[in-house]
């Protein structure tokens, strides 16, 4: 199993621009997320999806979208891209939806400049 | 929503001796307590976690404690060894929308 698999590593984005972030796994995981991490501000839930065709917003979803059209995937969208948003973006995925149902599993993180 | 504070945010010991890592959380609901630890570069990724109908848990030199009432819970590494510099986080959770992060504990091994 290649486990969490996301792409681009880097990316640099002038202000204004879009792009997307692609999150895939290859574990038959329900549930999946974003983060982000921030120096001293440790790591940020985006958004996050329970299954299928279900997300939900967490701490910090303004300026992003995502979508979860099959359990593998999970892509998280910048529509305007700003430089706040500058930042290593980690998609995170578990087996089951609830938060105490064991570990998250961890992709390589894209670490996103926005100039 | 979950509020979780970590403290402290670096600390420096000498190889051989022990750490200590604080956290506390707001939401008495939490139920789900883990711990990761990140290298530079890498991704987070597990090393311990606890559940609420638990207090204390161990595995090999890493433990940790939980103490519901006060909502607090610490991990503990002893005989701590070079490989052991890296951020820890802790986090706390419980139901569907996820984990809460702490900030981060950079811990540097003195030789």
């Known amino acids: 199993n290649a486990g969490v698999t996301q792409t681009p590593k880097f990316q640099v984005l002038k202000t204004g621009q879009s792009m997307t972030l692609q999150c895939a796994q290859d574990m038959n995981h329900e549930y999946m997320s974003w983060y982000r991490q921030d120096p001293g501000m440790g790591l940020r839930l985006i958004h996050y999806?329970?299954?299928?065709?279900?997300?939900d917003q967490g701490e910090v979803p303004n300026g992003y979208n995502v979508s979860r059209s099959t359990t593998e995937d999970f892509p998280l969208r910048l529509l305007s891209a700003a430089p706040s948003q500058t930042s290593v973006y980690f998609c995170a995925s578990r087996r089951t939806p609830g938060a105490n149902t064991g570990e998250l599993f961890f992709g390589e993180g894209s670490r996103l400049t926005v100039l | 929503g979950e509020n979780v504070e970590q403290h402290p945010s670096t600390l420096s010991v000498q190889e051989g001796d022990s750490a200590v890592i604080k956290c506390t959380y707001s939401?008495?609901?939490?139920?789900?307590f883990p711990w990761y630890k990140q290298e530079l570069g890498k991704r987070p990724q597990l090393i311990i976690d606890?559940?609420?109908?638990?207090g204390e848990k161990k595995d090999q030199r890493i433990a940790v404690t939980l103490n519901k009432t006060a909502k607090h819970f610490s991990l503990h590494i002893t005989e701590t060894q070079p490989e052991d510099s890296a951020v820890y986080f802790c986090a706390a959770g419980g139901g569907a929308d996820g984990l809460t992060f702490g900030k981060g504990t950079h811990l540097i091994i003195q030789p």
């Open positions: 939401d008495s609901a939490s139920n789900y």
């Open positions: 999806s329970v299954g299928a065709g279900i997300t």
């Open positions: 606890i559940r609420s109908n638990v």
